[in-house]
């Protein structure tokens, strides 16, 4: 890629846990945490796999919480997140050194908490390279919507159905990451079908995508 700004008034929001930070084994300790305390069954790595889905409320309403206790179970989740077991996600580094350097307005827009994402911050060493970070979000789609208008370009970058139904339907061009190892994202068929353009195993894939693939908005 240049370097010469080429990528100004280009939007790309990145989802936070499975995206830019590979950390399964962290939300399934944390999903865990709570169910223990609830004395409710605990799930294995490829059980949480299949159940785990957002928004946090409707997947603990399924695991049999009472909807008085949903909001207390969130939190908890979230403070059981701000811990270690995670790693960044391979070629997340250079990625947003890349696009932060050509130009590129970066955010992130997450149901992680603000918390949560400082922490990996800093463990992980991550670039700091965010314009905005939009933390605890529960309505993804009204959060893409709030952003669709500041940018004439906008990438929406996640690791589940569930990011890219909303980022698609928020008329944001849908990258998924597939699956990986300490992911726990969705597969990649699983990803086209959600409304994925472009499906890619590693962030250095997403560069070059975003140079030469930016569609503007209509707004």
């Known amino acids: 890629m240049r370097t010469d700004g080429a990528l100004r008034g280009t939007m790309v929001l990145f989802d936070w846990n499975g995206s830019v930070v590979a950390d399964a084994d962290r939300a399934r300790a944390a ?11 605990m799930l294995g790595e490829a059980e949480f796999s299949l159940r785990f889905r957002l928004p946090l409320s409707e997947l ?22 701000a811990h270690p077991h995670a790693r ?11 696009l932060s350097a050509e130009g590129a307005w970066l955010g992130v827009l997450s149901a992680a908490s603000a918390a949560a994402v400082r922490f990996d911050q800093r ?8 314009n905005a970070v939009d933390a605890s979000v529960t ?6 919507m ?11 970058v996640g690791d589940t159905a569930d990011d890219l139904r909303c980022a698609s339907a928020a008329g944001y061009i849908a990258v998924g990451l597939a699956d990986a190892q300490g992911s726990g994202g969705a597969d990649a068929d699983a990803l086209r079908v959600a409304g994925a353009a472009y499906v ?10 975003v140079a030469h693939a930016a569609v503007p908005l209509t707004v």
């Not at 309505?139 to 893409?144: E, G, I, S, V």
Request: contains cysteine.
């Open 31 to 41: 999903l865990n945490e709570v169910l223990a305390r609830r004395a409710l069954p």
């Open 60 to 81: 603990f309403a399924r695991l049999g919480l009472p909807a008085g206790d949903l909001a207390a179970a969130e939190q908890e989740w979230a403070e059981g997140m």
């Open 88 to 98: 960044l996600r391979d070629g997340a580094a250079s990625c947003l050194t890349t």
């Open 123 to 130: 463990a992980l060493s991550v670039p700091t390279v965010w």
């Open 139 to 144: 309505d993804k789609y009204a959060a893409l």
């Open 146 to 156: 709030r952003h669709r208008p500041t940018r004439s370009r906008a990438f929406y």
């Open 200 to 209: 890619l195993h590693t962030l250095e894939e997403l560069p070059p995508i």
